[in-house]
């Protein structure tokens, strides 16, 4: 035998284990049941490969396009997942999951067939599955339990949609619910189906303001020459900053430096800088240690010493947010605030400047008077807890507004707790 019948010979075995499409069966399930078992997945023990996790799964993920919509889809699904005992899944157009969330016990259930971040679930590595399917076909698609090539996975059901990229029209990626029988429903396609148009709207807004990173495999956009330094800290642990058409996720050291440089822009002394950066003392070889490796990273071209300084011109995502302020343009201010400037840094010079620029956001929304600006704040992670902002919506949203007496229900609770 051949090896091209040998092959040929294996894949009709496969095929054969697979129950045949029966008259009840539909015909795209069908259809991907046969591709699957030619692309060699064991119906009875195939599990999805692991191939991204630890650093480079941050790394990866942390410079992908849809680093910037996964914080919507998360607020639009993600915390639903947790309610309604179901996974919420982002991934790329390779089919490997970047990000999953949902309940602790049903993300430990998914771990027994490989569906956790850095797998791969395209109908070749895993077989019949939402996912796949969604990226194969360009389209939303939902499969029910048993219609699942693999019979490991027969207990879920799944509903996914492509993400497409507003620019090229390319698939950037996969957006998923995974659970019961229930996702796998019209209604569940529905949802799936507008959380990829709304992450594809707001990717839209994004390029226009030019803020959105290279996908993997893009060229470069106009813009992002040496000539360029852009950075984006808020909301996140590390910055990621994009320089020379290419992007990086800074270590959390490094993030402060440029942070520190670019509040500085006409330099800083090693000192001054060991000031801006380190909480306690420090050596100073430490400091040009991390210096040196900053500059290797960036390009000598970018960072200069005696003063250390940034030499390319720089945009920064909370530069954005005050430019806007300054501008009065308070509600695009709103909506590029992210989140606090590198939340778990306790550099000096950054804690004063991402003090500062929460303080700058949430002055400029409360002297707005604009009920919607404020919800938007008290809805979010770093305002939900804002019990001045509750009573200023209390003060401006109608008496016959369903979400004035959530705000009511919010101030008497935070009012409760200050005086307890």
């Not at 015909?27 to 030619?38: K, M, T």
């Not at 027994?112 to 360009?138: C, K, Q, Y």
Request: with cysteine; proline share 6%; charged share 20%.
């Amino acid at each position: 035998m051949s090896t091209g019948d040998s092959t040929t010979w294996h894949a009709r075995r496969r095929a054969a284990a697979r129950p045949a499409p029966a008259s009840g069966v539909r015909s795209v399930v069908a259809e991907s049941w046969l591709r699957s078992s030619a692309a060699g997945v064991d119906p009875d023990t195939h599990l999805a490969p692991v191939r991204l996790d630890g650093g480079d799964l941050a790394d990866y993920r942390a410079t992908h396009a849809l680093s910037h919509v996964f914080p919507l889809l998360y607020d639009v699904l993600g915390r639903a997942a947790v309610d309604c005992d179901i996974v919420m899944a982002v991934g790329d157009a390779e089919g490997q999951l970047l990000w999953v969330c949902g309940p602790p016990g049903v993300l430990r259930r998914a771990e027994t067939i490989n569906f956790v971040e850095g797998s791969v679930w395209t109908e070749h590595d895993a077989g019949t599955n939402a996912p796949g399917m969604a990226l194969r076909l360009g389209q939303p698609v939902h499969v029910h339990a048993a219609e699942h090539f693999n019979r490991l996975v027969h207990p879920w059901s799944c509903a996914a949609a492509p993400i497409h990229d507003p620019t090229t029209s390319r698939v950037l990626g996969v957006v998923d619910i995974t659970g019961g029988p229930d996702v796998a429903s019209p209604q569940s396609l529905a949802m799936i189906r507008a959380a990829a148009r709304m992450a594809e709207s707001e990717l839209a807004r994004l390029a226009l303001t030019g803020t959105t990173l290279t996908a993997p495999g893009e060229t470069p956009q106009p813009g992002s020459a040496t000539g360029l330094l852009r950075v984006r800290g808020l909301g996140l642990p590390e910055a990621v900053v994009e320089v020379g058409g290419r992007t990086h996720r800074l270590s959390r050291r490094h993030s402060e430096i440029v942070a520190a440089l670019l509040s500085h822009p006409a330099g800083l002394t090693a000192e001054q800088l060991e000031i801006e950066v380190y909480a306690g003392r420090v050596h100073s070889s430490t400091l040009r240690a991390e210096l040196v490796r900053l500059r290797a990273l960036l390009g000598p071209e970018v960072l200069a010493s005696r003063p250390y300084r940034l030499l390319a011109e720089t945009e920064s995502d909370w530069g954005t947010v005050e430019a806007h302020l300054a501008a009065g343009q308070v509600r695009s201010a709103l909506q590029t605030y992210k989140g606090p400037l590198l939340p778990g840094s306790e550099a000096p010079g950054v804690v004063e400047l991402r003090d500062a620029v929460e303080s700058h956001v949430r002055a400029a929304v409360l002297a707005s008077d604009e009920p919607d600006l404020m919800v938007g704040w008290t809805r979010s992670r770093w305002g939900a807890g804002d019990l001045e902002m509750w009573g200023r919506q209390v003060q401006t949203l109608p008496a016959t507004s369903p979400l004035r007496r959530v705000a009511e229900a919010e101030t008497d609770r935070l009012e409760r707790e200050l005086h307890a």
